[in-house]
């Protein structure tokens, strides 16, 4: 185990020093250098993969008062705010969350100041176009943007550079390490900004909270999340929030890559057919809700499944109502010989279909609202969109649980500004992103958060940092 200190280069100081270069990172870094301080970011990945999550990403949700040439009507604080509570169900710092959802009005044209263009939301199954700013080029133009913005403005950027270290007295920071290229590097900052993800990328971590079950989950992000500065920070007394087992899940290819798999690999399906277990059972209303409001609770529900693993099965006129997948589904002329490329017991499955079929009712399906095609009898139910599965040929796909971020985080105020264990505030060491995601997200998630958390208390600890320092 290497000193802290011994054989390290000494690089020069700076004003504010950032950890991790994804969205917030990058925010905080332009806001502290418009302030007028010396910015350092630190990232641990190479250049190609900087960014962390922010790459996969496609759209931020932020509160409007009118429609834009993007956005096709207005989306008030109050309307945000009332998504955030059904979908946490209540479980957010409501005053912390009623200041980002004020803030991120003028983060929106903030966010095109510094360079990022948008578009018009793509129709389809996701119904964000009133909502959420969808990025033009997707994420990695955004981030692309952010950085060409802060490196014309001084920031300085080392890539493959991994804090492995803080130096924290009391509430004080005073350095970090770091490595590149194997060798050490001290950098003394006058305050620090950590916007180093999650701990997803972890999985002895996750296991931590999920048990054996962890390794079984798929990562859709990048692989640099390991939550190492976040465990620094709990080790230098700085006060948590959330839970440790709540995160943003999805149902994702199995087929999909451990890491960093990306939006491709998710599977918005769900609601046109049936989800089974191993055993070929069903375990939750396929059709309880819209698409947007439920997609985020099929990785916890899959989770729960032995083996970590579910079923999604659908019949030939259910493939062209849903956007067109990275793999191709499995597919059979009959559900026994499905269930037999499946590795499941042909039996079972179809009893599972054929007992569905049987309790569908008549109704007129419409996928774009609560439609009247339900089952009844059936437990659980499929409140709405049920079609019997009945023309071949049949179709599949594996999922497994897709962990996008977890929400387990330093505690913050207003400022952005980390709280200790023992209710201080810190005096120069500021949190934004994913990192402090469990201040706003106790549990549940709505589309486009992760960015407004990420910009909203970037630009915060920014301007805060560099306050700080002087
Ligand atoms: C597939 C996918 C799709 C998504 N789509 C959306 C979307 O459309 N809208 C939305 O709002 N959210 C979305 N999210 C969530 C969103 O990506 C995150 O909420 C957001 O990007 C987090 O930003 P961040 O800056 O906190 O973290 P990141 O962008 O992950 O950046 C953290 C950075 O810290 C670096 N780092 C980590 N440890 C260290 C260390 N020790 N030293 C130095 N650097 C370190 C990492 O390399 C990384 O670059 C998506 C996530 C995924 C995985």
Known sequence: MRKWGSMAKHTKRYDVLIIGGGNAGLCAAISARRTGASVL???????????????HTRNMRCAHDAATDTLTGPYSEDEFFEDLLRVTEGNTDSDLARHMIAQSKSVLPWIGEQGVRFQPSLGGTLSLGRTNSFFLGGGRAMLNALYLTAEELGVEVEYDAEVIALEINGNIFTAATFEKAGQIYNVCAGSLVTAAGGFEANIDWLKEGWGEIAENFLIRGTPYNKGTILKMLIDHGVETVGDPTQCHAVAIDARAPKFDGGIITRLDCVVFGIVVNRHCQRFY????????????????????????IAYIVFDAPSLERFMPSLYPPISASTIGALATELGLEPAALEATVTEFNALVQPGTFDSSLLDDCRTEGLSPPKSHWAQRIETAPFYAYPVRPG?????????????????MRDGKPAENMFAAGEIMAGNILGSGYAAGIGMTIGSVFGRIAGTQAAEACA
Request: charged share 30%; no cysteine; glycine share 8%.
């Open 285 to 308: 209303d396929e059709g309880e809700e819209i698409w947007p409001k439920r997609y985020a609770i099929w990785g916890r529900l899959v989770a729960q499944q032995p083996d970590q």
């Open 403 to 419: 962990i996008t971020f977890t929400y387990l985080g330093t505690k913050v105020d207003r400022e952005a500004r980390m709280i």
């Open 41 to 55: 970011v630190l990232e641990a990945a190479p250049k190609f993969y900087r960014g962390g999550n922010t790459r």
